[in-house]
């Protein structure tokens, strides 16, 4: 900008500022960052939804155990129980929690007989062992008398009563079409899901970080071919490609099979397939700021005054990489999640019974019509999250761009 | 330039044979070849039937040789038949691919038409309410699964209002001609092309609005104010012609993209166009459908980037291409 263009008014104030600036303490660039971000209000605000999201997958197990429900257990009863509905579990799975209760509590059990027979809850030709089923049905059929044998009786009883408890269940947002609690796997789903996404974002980031680094330092043929990929491979389209690989078994590759077993197999290879085909505009962002960087005048001082090739790398070209690479990251992320919820939609993605909010929404063609909720609310977390994710990326962009500074 | 677009012309080949090859070794990792299909259903099959079978089909060779077998029947002309229909595959293909063009054209050109200006009014409003209202939109419509989307206007328009149907491409058995027929492609295709659409205009109201907003700093464009002239010509004459220059690119990988990214729509809806076409014989181990179906899609898009790019040098005289 040349002197001519500021007029004279702006001009004086502009060194009214700068004399108060200098009287002010200068502030750290952290500082100026959490500044630069907060000035962006609904970033803020998809932040506060992120981390809320976040943390609800991060303790899942926990969040499950206290609304005393599972993500897993099917209940073929009480399928498509509306919001706010009980139900009770299927007798046989009653008796299968008991005897697992038994078998890992032997010494309540033989208390729990005890009282039993002292308060003469059960005849005395009954078998040990039965005792607590019989108890189980005293409970369903006379509550009253249940529960004062529990408040009279030892700890022993209060356990099993604790037990027995969660036997009826509450759904807070119903069930869905094999009577599982809705929220649990919305929960366990979020699990899945920002896993994901958080896990193709680091790889990318560090195959992109690879990548990019190598082509803008070395330069040159390493450069050409490198960034001959990198064209070749964005100049594909993706998702037939994901289609492709998502049906293909690629258990038969010799190496990658193995990588590939267990339970989680399909995080696994969702992970892999989708890190190797995003990286590219990360590269790109990488490369052209190592470029840029690397002659700057700065890196020319460092070099002068003797500083060995890591410390420029590692004190000048990763912080400069960084603003751009964590953008680069996030809106990414914004883009995987949406690419692994409809490929779990088209049922290629995350395999059942394993959660995620998209094969949730696998059935959602025909749950229109008896639950539109189910269909409703799977869809809308991902759509929240997805916004969320990019205008925090947005708010990066302009709390970490010098020159986007708005002053 | 000529040299150019050859150089670009022989990149493409060797990407798209690369991409071919990558596609039908993929494909012959997916469980299930004809000959394994014939063995589950008669298991008592004699070994000897059963490699005797995989020779007369090719199906014992490596998979570099049986990719070169396919390679050279399909440039002369022999796609193969499809084992799901029944057919040649040249029977099928035509007509989901002048579906799926309709479909997406409608909804490209809905999609320009309603976001370039809604672009170029945000830009000269800068941080007006209207600009922070398109900018909210875009970054809605860009975070909008498209399958949820389909999902939820289906349930609105096909389940609770019953006005569009939930899915297809025409009512089946309608023998309706003319305007009847016309009408009946319009009910089916309308709640696809909404998708679509606003599945696109979220990037294109971004990107026009960006491109203006560069332009108007521009120092060409004080001049023309300088000089005195009325801001439409401004606006209209010396700032949207230069906008226009990456929108144009943008459009034509978007063109070359809505082939891949029908798919979902397509699916949602169950749209008879390639993008289904690609899914369902995947799935349904239709391997010479999926070979042509797959790389006709992907010859399109890199077709389209081609064009993208000679464009571009025509459109801007400063990129040289050496």
Known sequence: MTENNTPPVTKSQNTATLGQSDTEKSKSLLALFVEQFAEHKVAVVSLLVLVCAGLSAIFAPYIVAILGVD?????????????????????????????????????????????????????????????????????????????????????????????????????????????????????????????????????????????????????????????????????????????????????KIPVVGEMLEGEN??????????????????????????????????????????????????????????????????????????????????????????ASWGNMLQNALELVRTMPLLAVVPGLMIFLVIIAINFVGDGLRDALDPKAIRR | MWNFIIRRLFFTTIVLLIISFVSFALMALMPGDPVEELMMSNPSMRAEDVARLKALYGLDLPVYERYWNWLTDTLRGDLGYSRTYKVPVTDI????????????????????????????????????????????????????????????????????????????TTTIGSDATGLAALADRLKYITLPVVVFTVSQMAVYVRYTRGAMIEVMRQDYIRTARAK????????????????????????????????????????????????????????????????????????MVLFMNLVADVSYAFLDPRIAYK
């Open chain 2, 93 to 168: 293909i035509g007509d989901r691919l002048i579906n799926t063009f309709l479909l997406s054209f409608t909804a490209l050109g809905l999609a320009l038409l309603l976001a370039v200006p809604i672009g170029v009014i945000a830009a000269l409003r800068n941080g007006t309410k209207f600009d922070y209202i398109a900018n909210l939109l875009a970054f809605a419509g860009q975070s909008l699964p498209p399958f949820w989307f389909g999902i939820m206007l289906i349930m609105i328009f096909a389940e609770w209002l019953q006005v569009l149907p939930a899915g297809g």
């Open chain 1, 265 to 354: 197999q399909s995080v696994i290879k969702m992970v892999v397939v989708m890190a190797s085909l995003t990286w590219m505009p990360i590269a790109r962002i990488v490369r052209g700021t190592v470029l840029s960087i690397k002659e700057s005048e700065y890196v020319l001082a460092a070099k002068t005054i003797g500083l060995s090739h890591f410390s420029i790398v590692v004190g000048h070209v990763i912080p400069n990489v960084f603003g751009p690479l964590v953008v680069a990251v996030t809106l990414l992320m914004g883009d995987a999640m949406l690419i692994e919820t409809g490929l779990s939609f088209l049922g290629l993605g995350i395999q059942p019974p394993m």
């Open chain 1, 71 to 251: 993500p897993n257990s099917q209940n073929i009863l009480h399928r498509f129980a509306g919001p706010g509905s009980t139900s009770i579990m299927p007798a046989v799975q009653q008796e299968e929690r008991i005897e697992l209760w038994v078998e890992n509590h032997p010494e309540l059990t033989r208390q729990l007989v005890d009282d039993a027979h002292k308060a003469e809850m059960v005849s005395v030709d009954e078998l040990e062992e039965d005792v607590p089923f019989v108890l189980n049905e005293v409970r369903q059929e006379d509550p009253e008398t249940f529960a004062s044998f529990v408040s009279q009786s030892s700890e022993a009883a209060s356990e099993f009563a604790a037990l027995a408890e969660r036997f009826e269940t509450y759904h807070i947002l119903g069930t869905d079409e094999l009577g599982r609690d809705v929220l649990a796997r919305l929960i366990y789903g979020a699990r899945i899901s920002l896993m994901v996404a958080a896990l193709v974002g680091f790889f990318s980031a560090i195959l992109g970080l690879l990548f990019g680094a190598t082509a803008g330092y070395f330069g040159g043929f390493a450069d050409n071919v490198l960034m001959r990929i990198t064209d070749a491979l964005l100049t594909i389209p993706t998702l037939p490609l994901y289609i492709i690989f998502a049906a293909a078994d690629l258990g």
């Open chain 2, 228 to 299: 005195g002239l009325a801001e439409k010509r401004v606006v209209f004459v010396h700032a949207f012609r230069n906008a226009l220059i990456p929108l144009v690119t943008i459009f034509a990988i978007a063109l070359g993209n809505v082939f891949g990214g029908a798919i979902i729509t397509e699916q949602v809806f169950a749209y008879q166009g390639v993008g289904k076409l690609v899914f369902d014989s995947i799935i349904g181990n239709d391997f010479r459908v999926a070979m042509v179906a797959f790389n006709i899609t992907i010859a």
